[in-house]
């Protein structure tokens, strides 16, 4: 944000002919970019939502919807730690610390899938199920083997975190 807001006053400055030597660097952003889209450009760039099974940080490609934003608003505050269980031998199940909105639709899920169930369970698939849930992202990276050997295990945890980028 701190450099978004140096290169808006060296613009003023530049606007206002003080100097007569300033060059604009490449980095800055068009004028007419409003500063709310820079602030959620920024914002985007820097943070992100990261889910850990067990303290392995996983690659999600999250979905771009209210559900994912209250989750990355939750985890902003404070780590979302989730104690997840098998279900039916594709899945594992936990319960999120509230209600969160959600926006069911009926869909078949593949082996990586991120989905919320009636609001307050978070579900991750290793395996295939047709059902009304709100989708929140794919685990990307991993084979149909290789998330059933990180998920087909009893019991999990799974972490929602933000980190800044670097």
Known sequence: MSKTLLSLIMIILAATGCGNDFSIPESIPPVNQSIASLYEENIS????????????PLTVKWEDNESVSTLFQLAEQEELTIDMEQYGGFEQVGTLPQNIIRNDEQMVTMPGDIVLYSGNSLVIFYGSNSWAYTKLGHIEELSAEELTEILDNSEITATLSTVENK
């Open 45 to 56: 760039q820097e943070n992100e939502l990261t889910l850990f099974i067990n303290n392995t």
